[in-house]
């Protein structure tokens, strides 16, 4: 999933390219969330730290009222995602030239004089985004399993869930879409590395993007290539919440 964050400083500008974003990700159904959108530069630069992003979309006024201003921090975020894309909205269009000065390599500069037109350019960005990312001209994130004195690099769409191993402490076996492999690791750091790994059970990590339907019933978790996890009671709720998000 390809995130995208949003730093802008005016509420109402704020509040309206939140609308414009999640408003055409929904119409387009691309695989892409609004993660964070904030007029504080440190509150996304402390997200990105705790919360490391590969490939995300930044869309950044200029003139932010903070220590920071948004090439300042287009030059601190190129730091923690070197081959994310930037695109800069504001009212300081002569400003442009300092996003080549700082090397900050913005896809897009918009102003915002025309807000007819932000809609959109602010869409194009996110078809330009996604098509590269499609094409492969973002590197797509890989969940890593050491086997042995191998690495493997697994497509997160292809992980299914993981579990404990029966037999053998502090090894889990992760299901793919067509096939198994096991690794030592825990369940908490699996839970952690991704938004869209959940713990359903003190055994089974899954991927929400993979679950195709939830037995309450039965208390079992249906995946898309039909192997089933275990949920415990009390994580059914949260489970469903974290599915429809």
């Known amino acids: 999933m390809l995130r995208v964050f949003l730093c802008e400083d005016d509420p109402?500008?704020?509040?309206?390219?939140?609308?414009?974003?999640?408003?055409?990700?929904?119409?387009?159904?691309?695989?892409?969330?609004?993660?964070?959108?904030?007029?504080?530069?440190?509150?996304?630069?402390?997200?990105?730290?705790q919360q490391p992003a590969v490939a995300?979309?930044?869309?950044?006024?200029?003139?932010?009222?903070?220590?920071?201003?948004g090439i300042d921090l287009a030059a601190k975020l190129r730091q923690l995602d070197t081959i994310g894309k930037i695109v800069f909205v504001t009212t300081h269009g002569e400003m442009a030239y300092l996003t080549f000065r700082h090397r900050v390599e913005a896809l897009d500069y918009i102003t915002k004089d025309q807000p007819e037109k932000i809609i959109e350019k602010v869409q194009s960005c996110i078809d330009?985004?996604?098509?590269?990312?499609?094409?492969?001209?973002?590197?797509?994130?890989?969940?890593?399993?050491?086997?042995?004195?191998?690495?493997?690099?697994?497509?997160?769409?292809?992980?299914?869930?993981?579990v404990s191993h029966a037999s053998q402490p502090h090894k889990l076996v992760l299901h793919t879409d067509n096939g198994r492999l096991e690794f030592y690791g825990t369940l908490s750091e699996v839970a952690e590395s991704s938004p869209d790994f959940y713990r359903c059970h003190q055994s089974y990590v899954v991927n929400i993007k993979n679950v195709r339907r939830?037995?309450?019933?039965?208390?079992?978790?249906?995946?898309?290539?039909?192997?089933?996890?275990?949920?415990?009671p009390r994580k059914i709720k949260t489970l469903l919440k974290a599915i429809a998000e």
């Open 12 to 49: 109402r500008w704020l509040k309206r390219l939140e609308a414009i974003v999640t408003d055409y990700i929904a119409f387009t159904d691309y695989d892409m969330k609004l993660e964070l959108a904030t007029h504080n530069p440190a509150k996304l630069l402390n997200h990105l730290q």
């Open 214 to 232: 939830v037995d309450k019933a039965q208390r079992i978790v249906e995946m898309t290539n039909g192997e089933a996890a275990t949920v415990t």
């Open 128 to 162: 330009i985004v996604w098509q590269r990312y499609q094409d492969g001209f973002l590197e797509k994130p890989r969940f890593k399993v050491k086997t042995g004195s191998e690495v493997q690099n697994i497509d997160y769409e292809k992980i299914m869930f993981f």
């Open 56 to 69: 995300g979309m930044y869309i950044l006024d200029v003139n932010l009222q903070h220590e920071l201003n």
